[in-house]
């Protein structure tokens, strides 16, 4: 059983940067890879960035590379997503999920097993 709770979303202005953080309890978290999704309002839910267990293993969209990065802090049992130079069409609930394949770091939201309640960024124009 794993909890995942999101934090740091907001309201920024475009060229603007928010870091997103997601605080994971119950199983060991050092042994999950993780992955931030976002969705925005009628559109599916889009692939982020993902990370491996040991942090060695990053892998993001073509949307954000360059500008958003992922990173972990095992002791701290927490996920973060560094967000700069953001865009108003990166608005949208940002979701941590964590995938019990701990080497892995996937695109494919079919391979996350816990899903947190999301954080909703708007980016202004």
């Known amino acids: 059983q794993v909890q995942l709770v999101e934090s740091g979303g907001g309201l920024v202005q475009a060229g603007g940067s928010l870091r997103l953080s997601c605080a994971a309890s119950g199983r060991t978290f050092s042994n999950y890879a993780m992955g931030w999704f976002r969705q925005a309002p009628g559109k599916a839910r889009e692939f982020v960035a993902a990370?491996?267990?040991?942090?060695?293993?990053?892998y993001s969209a073509n949307s954000v590379k360059g500008r958003f990065t992922i990173s972990r802090d095992n002791a701290k049992n927490t996920v973060y997503l560094q967000m700069n130079s953001l865009k108003p069409e990166d608005t949208a609930v940002y979701y941590c999920?964590?995938?019990?394949?701990?080497?892995?770091?996937?695109?494919?939201?079919?391979?996350?097993?816990?899903w947190g309640q999301g954080t909703q960024v708007t980016v202004s124009s």
């Open positions: 990370i491996s267990w040991s942090g060695g293993m990053t």
């Open positions: 999920a964590a995938n019990r394949a701990g080497w892995a770091s996937s695109p494919d939201s079919d391979d996350y097993d816990y």
